[in-house]
């Protein structure tokens, strides 16, 4: 009957003691401080944002932009000029860049 009784009595010195504390914490911090400390949390909130935006932003880019297939490139016979092989004319001789020179050469 005793025992119960004190334990309460010492839970409830301790959460004196820690609200005590707490509270002395509380005042010990001037306002100053504690408006320091929103605009940081307030800093941190934004630049994590800026973040999170940037950071989904840059992997819509990379799946939106089509892969480049490699493609050779191939000399006229006729004229030198370079063109992608899937332009060009092939000939009796070599590959062209037109009809008319693909008819100059294999005349
Ligand atoms: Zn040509």
Redesign the pocket.
Known sequence: MAWPHRGAGLVYRRRTVAAGLCRFAVCARSRAQESCMKLLVVLLVILFGVWLWRSRRLAERQSEAPPKALQNMVT??????HLPQSEALTGARGL???AA?RQQAER
């Open positions: 006229c016979a006729v004229c030198g000029v062209y860049c037109s020179h």
